[in-house]
């Protein structure tokens, strides 16, 4: 493995995530298809986590935009010999990021009675983005199929240690937290160690085939939707709001 890799530092981003800024950049939708992502188990594996959960509106296949998942598999082959990623969540429906949104202002609120109604929102948003009011002009990042929520596992079949679980909603899920640390003069266990070189690897790969990062995740990564047009500077996204088609059963449809 290019050693670069788990050595070249996550950026420590200076700014907060603007939700109104990362929906900015305009759509040209390239009508790219959505496609199932489990045809390369060698190297990717899926864990649909909120269809497990039995969260509201959520399909037990994991589906992807086509270029999305071509990238996944070129980011794959980076990997550690043995290593794999797990996908958690891609496209995901309007009704699951509801649901998802009402489910954490739900548990938060009962987490913090004493936060106000502003404080309460601003960290639901920081781990969901809102449910979106104008599909056309600026859908939820996932909605696009251009989002991807992952970690890595070993060649034992272990997940890497990231410091937190999926969808933690503490400021330890920020992706460059570890690096924060550091760069503050602090000393790292080696236990926070391992999760550094590990949210290296994650980074370090996925953004050499393309993908941005949410900086308030270690795990959301995005390609082609406005989010990743915001952040790469890319003169437009290319991925807006869409639904899966399921083309194997038309015939039987029709
Ligand atoms: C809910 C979490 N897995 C996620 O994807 N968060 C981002 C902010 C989103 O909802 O787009
Ligand atoms: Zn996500």
Do not use: C
């Not at 370090?204 to 952040?231: C, L, P, R, S």
């Amino acid at each position: 493995m290019d050693r670069t890799i788990i050595e070249s530092p996550i950026p420590i981003s200076s700014v907060a995530w603007d939700r109104g800024l990362s929906h900015e950049p305009q759509i040209q939708e390239s009508n790219e298809p959505l496609v199932a992502s489990n045809f390369y188990p060698e190297r990717i594996i899926n864990s649909p986590e909120y269809f497990n959960q039995g969260i509201d509106g959520t399909l037990m296949s994991i589906y992807v935009r086509q270029s999305v998942y071509d990238k996944l598999i070129n980011a794959a082959t980076l990997l550690p010999e043995g290593y794999k990623f797990v996908l958690f969540d891609v496209w995901r429906s309007n009704e699951a990021q509801q649901s998802l949104f009402d489910i954490l202002k739900n548990k938060l609120s009962k987490q913090y009675p004493d936060l106000s109604q502003p404080a309460l929102l601003k960290r639901v948003l920081t781990t969901v983005a809102p449910p979106s009011d104008d599909i056309i002009n600026k859908p939820s990042p996932h909605n696009t199929g251009g989002a991807v929520d992952l970690a890595i596992i070993d060649q034992t079949g272990h997940p890497l240690k990231f410091g937190t679980p999926f969808d933690d909603h503490t400021e330890v899920a920020r992706t460059s937290y570890f690096e924060e640390k550091l760069s503050q003069g602090n000393q790292l266990t080696s236990d926070e160690e391992m999760i550094l070189q590990n949210r290296r690897l994650l980074y370090n790969i996925m953004t050499e085939v393309g993908f941005t990062n949410y900086t308030d995740e270690w795990w959301h990564y995005d390609y082609g939707n406005q989010n990743w047009a915001w952040k790469s500077g890319a003169p437009y996204a290319i991925y807006g709001s869409i639904r899966p088609t399921f083309t194997w059963q038309d015939p039987l449809i029709s």
